[in-house]
């Protein structure tokens, strides 16, 4: 599962019409590809992206940049704020995971791993 909701509101301009794991990065990748391509190459084909933040940019370049093959049980799916919990949307990292766990049940994983999709790093 990826976290990626994030309104950046340090970044400014950046993140002014975007949300941060959408903000460019290099010259043809977003932040969030720098989280999904670790994933893959670490051989976890079956993810779930949370958005919220003006998430349009960011699921039309998932939905663009990141084919996995569904026949082969490996999928990128992007998760929109749900409210399920409340009148507010995500008040937070655990909150996001928290009112999202129906969808991390519906797949009856062997493992669960969470984390940001504003970090650039290297698994």
């Known amino acids: 599962m990826v976290l990626a909701g994030g309104e950046g509101r340090r970044l400014g301009p950046l ?11 290099g010259a043809k990748y977003r932040i969030i590809d720098i989280v999904l391509s670790n994933f893959v190459n ?6 779930k992206v949370l958005t919220q933040y003006k998430s349009a ?12 093959t569904p026949m082969l049980d490996s999928f990128i799916e992007t ?4 409210q399920r919990t409340g009148k507010s949307w995500f008040k937070g990292s655990a909150d996001a995971v928290y ?14 791993c969470i984390f940001g999709g504003d970090h650039v790093y290297k698994m």
């Not at 993140?15 to 990065?25: E, L, M, N, S």
């Not at 670490?42 to 993810?47: A, P, V």
């Open 99 to 112: 009112q999202c766990w129906h969808v991390i049940e519906d797949e009856d994983p062997e493992l669960v």
């Open 15 to 25: 993140t002014q019409d975007r949300a941060k794991p959408a903000v460019p990065f």
């Open 42 to 47: 670490s051989g976890l084909h079956r993810i």
């Open 79 to 82: 998760i929109p704020a749900q």
């Open 57 to 68: 940019s960011l699921e039309e370049h998932i939905a663009r940049s990141w084919r996995l």
